[in-house]
T-cell receptor, first 111, second 111 residues
Framework: GQQLNQSPQSMFIQEGEDVSMNCTSS?????WLWYKQDPGEGPVLLIA?????ELTSNGRLTAQFGITRKDSFLNISASIPSDVGIYFC???????????FGKGTSLLVTP | SQTIHQWPATLVQPVGSPLSLECTVE??????LYWYRQAAGRGLQLLFY??????ISSEVPQNLSASRPQDRQFILSSKKLLLSDSGFYLC??????????FGQGTRLTVV
């Protein structure tokens, strides 16, 4: 599969701070997805993006599909302790069936 | 609504023993089905995907195989487990909009 570069690898922040993470690819994707995974559980879909330039929110989360279709970012505003987890980006190539995943951003939030 | 069930949640198997992990989806028909492996809590590697009964595509050569005997049933198997097969195995389903929805995962430890 295609390699997605997700950064940062980890973040350690204080409650109330805003968080930003992103994914880039050398290939064009037609779908970008963002997931959150809690320890020992499967990833849960947070936001799905289908059009270049699309900006979508889900509560305190906002994600955008890059204009070039090769990148996406996820912002979390006013972080809270339950935001702790690993966040994954995933993209789908024009011609593929399966998603390609980034390596994840581990988020730690201190009260 | 659609649900995905994956079992068992944890499994400890000796080297050389067979493996069978099962995944079923309810509330939808003709889903795309996927098996992913996650090592050390990071990075999801696609192992197999299926777009229909009896149709299996393998992404990486390995000691594992997959089968789809029924529309909403996906099975991951091995005839003889290796130590390197240890990991967190995730089943997922998708349909139409390119999103993938994950099960709770199976933690496999080969000893």
């Amino acid at each position: 599969g295609q390699q997605l570069n997700q950064s940062p690898q980890s973040m350690f922040i204080q409650e109330g701070e805003d968080v930003s993470m992103n994914c880039t690819s050398s290939s064009i994707f037609n779908t970008w997805l963002w997931y959150k995974q809690d320890p020992g559980e499967g990833p849960v879909l947070l936001i799905a993006l289908y059009k270049a330039g699309e900006l979508t929110s889900n509560g305190r989360l906002t994600a955008q599909f890059g204009i070039t279709r090769k990148d996406s970012f996820l912002n979390i505003s006013a972080s809270i302790p339950s935001d702790v987890g690993i966040y994954f980006c995933a993209g789908q190539l024009d011609s593929g069936y399966a998603l390609n995943f980034g390596k994840g951003t581990s988020l730690l939030v201190t009260p | 609504s659609q649900t995905i069930h994956q079992w068992p949640a944890t499994l400890v198997q000796p080297v050389g023993s067979p493996l069978s992990l099962e995944c079923t989806v309810e509330g939808t028909s003709n889903p795309n089905l996927y098996w992913y492996r996650q090592a050390a809590g990071r990075g999801l590697q696609l192992l197999f995907y299926s777009v229909g009964i009896g149709q299996i595509s393998s992404e990486v050569p390995q000691n594992l195989s997959a089968s789809r005997p029924q529309d909403r049933q996906f099975i991951l198997s091995s005839k003889k487990l290796l130590l390197s097969d240890s990991g967190f195995y995730l089943c997922a389903w998708g349909q139409g909009t390119n999103e993938a929805f994950f099960g709770q995962g199976t933690r496999l430890t080969v000893v």
